[in-house]
């Protein structure tokens, strides 16, 4: 029978759990668990299990970038396929969320408690999109979309550093660069009900991002790292594209970004 006060293995059931609301209902139960100290962190918990696909429904149907159409935000189709997309990145988010809880290991209290409030959020997130894809006419699953968030944290699963280097400061951060434009472009259709929903999504992610930030730079200091040399050289080896601006200053500022370091995305 399962340990029900371990928090990896709460993490892990989260994980694994494949249906949409289910896994948000979870989420939201297991980060009130740990908020009261019904959920511990064991210091003898066995090494995490190998990384592999989290629990997801059979749709929406996983196809590569390249193969996505492009719509505009003048048809209601459009609209709702855009929700549909920011949905999708808010599931990946929960996943994420708990699997950076699930895998690493003997970090500090802080870790765990930063990183289960971030599943919380993007819980809550995914519900707020399902809500109006409903209102839309629509439903999660309803078009393709991509893995691209998930691969990361395939390719970073060895590494703490890596993935808080990576996933939050890199691909999550990204959604503050590109969610004010689509706020805007969202009211010039006259989609008040959506662009609401974003300016939430955009102010509770800096904090996600600022926790990347945080735990980025504790590893750093753990390891004997200068952060924006290392950063650096994480972007050079797993971004060989680079990162494409314009970028939100402001955000990332807020987010823990250094002035260094906004430079050099320059």
Not at 113 to 138: N, S, T
Not at 194 to 212: F, S, Y
Not at 238 to 248: I, S
Request: with cysteine; charged share 25%.
């Amino acid at each position: 029978m399962a340990d029900t006060t371990d928090l990896f293995v709460a993490a892990r059931r989260c994980l694994d759990c494949g249906d949409p609301a289910a896994k948000a209902a979870l989420t939201r139960e297991a980060a009130a668990a740990f908020a009261v100290g019904a959920l511990s962190v064991p210091a003898d918990a066995p090494p995490p299990t190998p990384i592999g696909a989290p629990g997801r429904p059979a749709r929406p149907r996983l196809v590569a970038p390249r193969d996505l159409p492009q719509r505009g935000l003048a048809s209601a189709e459009g609209r709702a396929a855009l929700v549909h997309a920011v949905a999708h990145i808010e599931f990946n988010a929960i996943n994420l969320a708990w699997d950076a809880v699930y895998r690493f290991r003997g970090m500090p209290a802080d870790y765990y408690r930063d990183w289960v409030g971030v599943a919380a959020d993007e819980a809550r997130h995914f519900g707020m999109l399902a809500a109006r894809l409903g209102e839309l006419g629509h439903a999660y699953g309803d078009f393709d979309t991509h893995n691209g968030l998930w691969e990361m944290a395939e390719k970073t699963a060895h590494s703490v550093l890596a993935r808080m280097a990576l996933v939050p400061r890199v691909l999550e951060a990204r959604g503050l660069d590109v969610t004010p434009g689509m706020i805007v472009r969202l009211r010039a259709a006259g989609d008040e009900a959506t662009a609401a929903i974003l300016e939430v999504i955009l102010r509770e992610e800096v904090a996600h991002v600022a926790a990347g930030t945080r735990w980025f730079r504790w590893c750093c200091g753990r390891d004997g790292l200068e952060p924006r040399a290392a950063f650096e050289r994480l972007l050079a080896e797993y971004m060989r594209q680079g990162l494409k601006g314009p970028f939100n200053l402001e955000a990332r500022r807020a987010a823990g970004f250094s002035e260094d370091e906004l430079r050099g995305l320059a």
